[in-house]
C-alpha cells in the first residue's frame, strides 16, 4: 500500500456498504476490540475501509489491531494513512511514536512524541489531547446519525461543532462537505473541499466530490480535471471513470 487510497479494491457484482451497515460494522469492531477480539475487530475495520479509505478512526483502530497481533510495520502503515487524513491526529501519532520504539526506531519515535506535545500545545487553548479528540468525534457521530435520518441541516451543524474543536480533521471536514451537497449549498461545499485538498491533495473521495460540485455548479470542464486526476492517480478507483463516462468523456479524449 502506498497511499490512502490502496486498500480500495473493486469488487465484482458486490454491493457497497452503506453508511448504516458500516456503522454497525465500526461499532462491532470496537466492542470486539474491547473485548480482546482483535483479529476479528480487525476484519470489520477492514471491511469499513474498503469502502470509506478515509476514515481516520477507523485505520487507527485498524493499526493498534495489526500492532497487537504483532504486524508492526503494517501497523505503522495504518497510523500513517490516519495521519494523512488528519495531520493533528495526537492518538494515531502517540500509537505511531509507541511501535516506531518498539521497533528500535528510537530517533523518529522521538520526533513523533515531539509532534504530540506540538499539538496538544496548539490545543490547549481549546480542548486538551485525547479529550478533544474524544469531542469532536462524538459531534461527527452524531452528525452522522442526523444524515442517515436524512437531516442535513443538523448533520452540517455537528459537523461544524466538531471542526470548531478539531479544525484539521479532514475526514470530518470532508462529510461536512458533502452534507453542503446534500443541502444544495454548493458555493460552501466547494469551499470545504479545497480546504481539504489544499491541505492533502492525494484525498480522493475529496476530489471527487469537488467534481461534482464544479458539473453542478456548470463548469464541466473543471470537474473532468478533479476526475482525471483522480483517474490518474488510482487506476483500480473505477468511480471517476464512471463520473468522466457519465459527460460523455474518455481518458484518453480528457488527455488531448
Known amino acids: 500500500r502506498t497511499n490512502a487510497e490502496a486498500t480500495v479494491h473493486w469488487r465484482p457484482n458486490a454491493v457497497p456498504y452503506t453508511g448504516p451497515v458500516l456503522d454497525q460494522l465500526i461499532e462491532r469492531g470496537s466492542h470486539a476490540l474491547d473485548r480482546g477480539e482483535v483479529a476479528a475487530a480487525l476484519l470489520d475495520f477492514q471491511k469499513v475501509l474498503e469502502e470509506r479509505p478515509d476514515f481516520a478512526d477507523v485505520r487507527n483502530r485498524a493499526g493498534l489491531c495489526l500492532a ?3 504486524d508492526l510495520e503494517a501497523a505503522l502503515e495504518e497510523f500513517r494513512q490516519a495521519l494523512d487524513v488528519n495531520p493533528t491526529y495526537r492518538e494515531a501519532e502517540v500509537h505511531r511514536a509507541i511501535v516506531l520504539n518498539e521497533l528500535g526506531r528510537y530517533e523518529e519515535a522521538r520526533a513523533a512524541l515531539e509532534r504530540v ?4 500545545a496548539n490545543d490547549a487553548r481549546k480542548l486538551p489531547g485525547a479529550v478533544g479528540d474524544r469531542i469532536a468525534n462524538a459531534h461527527a457521530e452524531l452528525a452522522d446519525l442526523y444524515r442517515d435520518a436524512g437531516d442535513h441541516v443538523r448533520a452540517s451543524e455537528e459537523y461544524q461543532r466538531a471542526l470548531e474543536i478539531r479544525p484539521t480533521f479532514l475526514d470530518i471536514r470532508t462529510r461536512l462537505g458533502k ?4 443541502l444544495s449549498d454548493l458555493p460552501r461545499a466547494r469551499e470545504e473541499l479545497e480546504a481539504i485538498l489544499s ?3 492525494h484525498l480522493t473521495g475529496a476530489r471527487l466530490h469537488l467534481g461534482l460540485v464544479l458539473r453542478r455548479m456548470g463548469n464541466t470542464e473543471a470537474a473532468v480535471q478533479e476526475w ?5 492517480e488510482d487506476h483500480q478507483d473505477l468511480r471517476a471513470r464512471a463520473y468522466l463516462a457519465s459527460v460523455g468523456v474518455t481518458q484518453a479524449e480528457a488527455r488531448t
Not at 117 to 120: C, F, M, T
Not at 228 to 232: F, I, K, L, Y
Open 228 to 232: 482525471m486526476r483522480c483517474a490518474e
Open 68 to 70: 497487537l497481533l504483532g
Open 179 to 182: 452534507a453542503y451537497i446534500a
Open 117 to 120: 506535545r506540538s499539538i496538544d
Open 199 to 201: 491541505r492533502n491533495p
